[in-house]
C-alpha cells in the first residue's frame, strides 16, 4: 500500500515537472517576440518613487538571500557529521553557523557602504553615469536603508535557521537512515550546474540593458550618429527641451554648486560629450531585428569603448553587457532546492505548516525577483524565463547521478577496497558498503560493459576485494 502511494506520488512530481517545463519553454519562444515591448511596459514602473525603492529592495536581496540555500546545505551536513562522529562539544558545533552570520553582516556592510557611495560627484569625477543608471536617482540614504533592513531580516533569518538545525534537526535519530545529506548534496549540484551553465551564457550571449537601449533613445542616438553633430543647436535656451542633455547638465551644475551662465553651460556640454563615448553601459546599438535584442557580439575581442571613425560611431562590445541569462533568478530557484533535502524524510507534505509556508515565502521571493528585475532595467522578460529553464533541466542530473557520484568517490578514496556486484535485469550494479548498507555506485549494462568496468577497477585497484550475488 505505502508503495503504490509513493509510486503515484512520483507520477505527479513527474507530470507537474513537465507541464513546468513546457510552459516554460513555451513562454521563452512566444516572450522573444514581444522582449522589448513587455520590458517596455515593466520598466514604466520606476518612475513610480516607492515602487523604485520596493524594486531596489528585492534587487538586493540576492546579495543577502544567497546566505539561505548556502546555509541549508552547509548544516545539513555539519549537523550529519556531528551525529555520525558523535561530536559532543557544543563550541565547535556553533562555530560554522556564527562565522555564517557574522560573514553575512560584514560583507552586508560593505555592500551597504559601496552601494551608497555612487555619488555624481564621482560621475563628474571619473566621467561615468553610475549614480543614474545603477542607483537609479536615489540618494545615499535609500541604500544604506534597505541594506540595513536586509542585514536585520537575514540575521532574524540565520538566527533561526541555527536554532532549526541544532536543536531541531538535530535531535532526529533519522538523520544517516535517510541520508538528508544526499539531499544537500543533490541541492548543491543543481545550484553550481545550472549557475555556472548562467555564467558561461553570459559570455557569449551579450545583450544591451534595457536601461542601454533608453539612453539611446535618451539621447537621440543612431547607429549613424557623428559625434560632433549629436547636440548640434544645443543652447542654453533651449537644452531643456533636449531630455538627455536636461539631466545631465542641470545635476553638473546642481552638484558643482554652479549657476547657469555660457560659461558653465560649456563646462557641463564638454563634460557630457566626454562622458557619452567612456560610460561602461555604453548606449545600445539598433536591435538586428525589430522584435528581439539577441546578440552575440565580439565574444573574444572586446573592448572599451566604441570606435569613432571620422565622427561615425560603430558598435563595440560596451554596448552590450552579460545579461543573458539571469543570475538573480537562480537565487530563489536555488532555496527550492531544499525540497531534495525535504523529501528524503519520506514525502513532502505540503499540509505541514512549516513546509507550506516555507514555500509561499520562496515562491513570492522568486516572482518579485522575476518582474522587479525587469522594472529595474537590469533584465529582459527572455532572461527572467530562461534561467528556470536550466534549473529545471539540470534537476533530473542531481537526482537521479548525484548520490551514485557521491558514491563513487567514497569508492575511490575508501582504505579497504571492496564491492558488491549484482545483476538487476539487463544491468549490472556495482555496490559498496555506507553505513553497514549496500549503495550502488555504478551501473553498467550487463555483458561486455559490465565485464569491461570490473576488469577496469580489479586493473587498477589490485587488492579489490569482489563478492557477487
Not at 542633455?245 to 549657476?259: F, H, N, P, R, S
Amino acid at each position: 500500500m505505502n508503495h503504490n502511494f509513493k509510486l503515484k506520488e512520483k507520477k505527479i512530481w513527474i507530470k507537474l515537472y513537465w507541464c513546468a517545463l513546457i510552459i516554460l519553454v513555451g513562454s521563452l519562444l512566444i516572450t522573444t517576440f514581444f522582449d522589448y515591448q513587455i520590458t517596455d511596459f515593466f520598466t514604466q514602473g520606476m518612475n513610480n518613487y516607492f515602487l523604485r525603492q520596493i524594486v531596489n529592495f528585492v534587487s538586493s536581496g540576492g546579495n543577502f538571500i544567497i546566505t539561505i540555500p548556502i546555509g541549508i546545505i552547509a548544516a545539513t551536513i555539519l549537523e550529519t557529521l556531528y551525529f555520525k562522529y558523535k561530536i559532543k562539544n557544543n563550541f565547535i558545533k556553533l562555530v560554522p553557523y556564527t562565522l555564517l552570520i557574522l560573514g553575512l553582516i560584514f560583507f552586508g556592510s560593505l555592500y551597504c557602504i559601496q552601494k551608497a557611495s555612487y555619488t555624481f560627484s564621482d560621475d563628474i569625477k571619473n566621467n561615468t553615469l553610475n549614480s543614474i543608471w545603477i542607483k537609479t536617482l536615489t540618494t545615499w540614504k535609500e541604500p544604506i536603508i534597505i541594506c540595513s533592513i536586509w542585514i536585520v531580516l537575514m540575521t532574524a533569518i540565520l538566527s533561526y535557521g541555527t536554532f532549526f538545525f541544532r536543536i531541531k534537526f538535530a535531535s532526529r535519530n533519522d538523520i544517516l537512515e535517510n541520508k538528508y545529506w544526499i539531499g544537500a548534496f543533490e541541492m548543491l549540484t543543481v545550484f553550481i550546474i545550472s549557475y555556472f551553465t548562467v555564467l558561461v551564457l553570459k559570455i557569449f550571449f551579450a545583450r544591451p540593458f534595457y536601461f542601454s537601449v533608453e539612453y539611446r533613445n535618451l539621447f537621440g542616438m543612431s547607429d549613424s550618429n557623428e559625434i560632433e553633430h549629436l547636440f548640434d543647436g544645443l543652447t542654453i535656451e533651449n537644452y531643456v527641451n533636449h531630455p538627455g542633455a536636461k539631466l545631465l547638465i542641470d545635476l553638473y551644475l546642481q552638484t558643482e554648486g554652479l549657476e547657469l551662465n555660457d560659461n558653465n553651460f560649456k563646462l557641463a556640454t564638454n563634460w557630457m560629450a566626454e562622458t557619452l563615448w567612456q560610460i561602461p553601459y555604453g548606449p545600445a546599438p539598433e536591435p538586428a531585428w525589430r522584435w528581439t535584442y539577441w546578440f552575440i557580439p565580439n565574444i573574444f575581442s572586446r573592448v572599451d569603448s566604441h570606435t569613432i571613425n571620422d565622427g561615425v560611431i560603430y558598435w563595440s562590445s560596451q554596448a552590450f553587457n552579460g545579461d543573458f541569462p539571469s543570475g538573480h533568478i537562480e537565487i530563489p530557484l536555488s532555496i527550492f532546492g531544499t525540497f531534495f533535502i525535504i523529501r528524503r524524510s519520506g514525502s513532502v507534505n505540503f499540509k505541514n505548516k512549516k513546509i507550506l509556508l516555507f514555500t509561499i515565502l520562496t515562491s513570492i521571493m522568486f516572482v518579485l525577483t522575476f518582474f522587479f528585475m525587469i522594472v529595474y532595467r537590469f533584465h529582459w522578460i527572455t532572461d527572467m524565463i530562461f534561467t528556470p529553464i536550466l534549473y529545471f533541466a539540470f534537476l533530473p542530473i542531481a537526482y537521479f547521478k548525484t548520490e551514485r557520484w557521491i558514491y563513487a568517490i567514497m569508492f575511490r578514496f575508501s582504505k579497504n577496497k571492496k564491492i558488491l556486484i549484482t545483476n538487476n535485469g539487463n544491468k549490472t550494479e556495482f555496490k559498496i558498503t555506507v553505513n553497514q548498507e549496500y549503495v550502488i555506485f555504478k551501473i553498467k549494462k550487463k555483458g561486455k560493459k559490465a565485464f569491461k568496468y570490473e576488469y577496469k577497477i580489479k586493473t587498477k585497484y589490485p587488492s579489490l576485494l569482489v563478492d557477487r550475488i
